[in-house]
C-alpha cells in the first residue's frame, strides 16, 4: 500500500495487524470452546471467533483500496491538466 504519508502507512498496517490477531485469538477461543461439546461445535464456534477479526481485516483493506483509487485520481488529475494546458498553448 503506498499512501500520502509514511504515519498513515504505519497505522494502516499497525491495525491490519491487529486486525488479524482478533481473528486469531477468535478463532483459538472458539476452537478451544467448542471443542468440549463436540467437534461440530469447534469448528462452528471457530468460524464465528473469526468473523469480528475478518471484518475489521476487510473494512481496513477496503479504506486502503479507496485510498490508493484517490491518490491516484489526484496523479492523473495533474497529469490531465498539464495536458489541457499545453493544449491551450
Not at 24 to 49: C, E, K, N
Not at 59 to 64: A, D, I, K, T, V
Amino acid at each position: 500500500m503506498r499512501a500520502s504519508t509514511k504515519f498513515l502507512t504505519f497505522i494502516i498496517n499497525f491495525l491490519l495487524g491487529v486486525a488479524w490477531a482478533i481473528a486469531l485469538v477468535g478463532a483459538t477461543y472458539g476452537f478451544v470452546t467448542g471443542f468440549s461439546a463436540s467437534f461440530f461445535y469447534a469448528l462452528l464456534f471457530t468460524f464465528l471467533g473469526l468473523l469480528p477479526g475478518l471484518f475489521l481485516v476487510v473494512l481496513l483493506e477496503f479504506f486502503c483500496l479507496k485510498l490508493d483509487t484517490h491518490l491516484e485520481m489526484k496523479k492523473q488529475t495533474e497529469i490531465l491538466n498539464e495536458i489541457l494546458k499545453g493544449i491551450k498553448k
